[in-house]
């Protein structure tokens, strides 16, 4: 069965650090493009960044560049989010969400078609 898995959220005060993984089984994730979406109560979907298949070409949303990095462990069939200087505005729901199709990862939901439940990330003091 192809499924992704997060880990790593949890509680951390505002200018402290995470690192998210997606664990891929099933299929060799790197092959797909890849990205991170986050979700809050209310609010749409939205992304956060990707790495595309073709290149290894990484995208962010305006609000993390600098701060969040994106990477791919091919022996170890991972994804990761560095999430750095964290901020009360990125508490949210971060999922992880695989592209089989194109070559170059995007923010557009529908293009995405395997989804991990999500793993919750808390920034408060």
């Known amino acids: 069965q192809e499924q992704v898995v997060e880990s790593g959220g949890g509680f951390v005060q505002p200018g402290g650090s995470l690192r998210l993984a997606c664990v891929a089984s099933?299929?060799?994730?790197?092959?797909?493009?890849i990205a991170w979406f986050r979700q809050t109560p209310g609010k749409e979907r939205e992304g956060v960044s990707c790495?595309?298949?073709?290149?290894?070409?990484?995208e962010y949303t305006e609000a993390v560049k600098g701060r969040f990095t994106i990477s791919r462990d091919t022996a170890k069939n991972t994804v990761y989010l560095q999430m750095n200087d964290l901020k009360p505005e990125d508490t949210a729901v971060y999922y992880c969400?695989?592209?089989?199709?194109?070559?170059?990862?995007?923010?557009?939901?529908?293009?995405?078609?395997?989804w991990g439940r999500g793993t919750q990330v808390t920034v408060s003091s």
């Open positions: 099933g299929f060799t994730l790197g092959r797909y493009s």
């Open positions: 790495i595309s298949s073709y290149g290894g070409n990484t």
């Open positions: 969400a695989i592209d089989k199709w194109r070559d170059f990862c995007s923010f557009h939901k529908y293009e995405y078609d395997t």
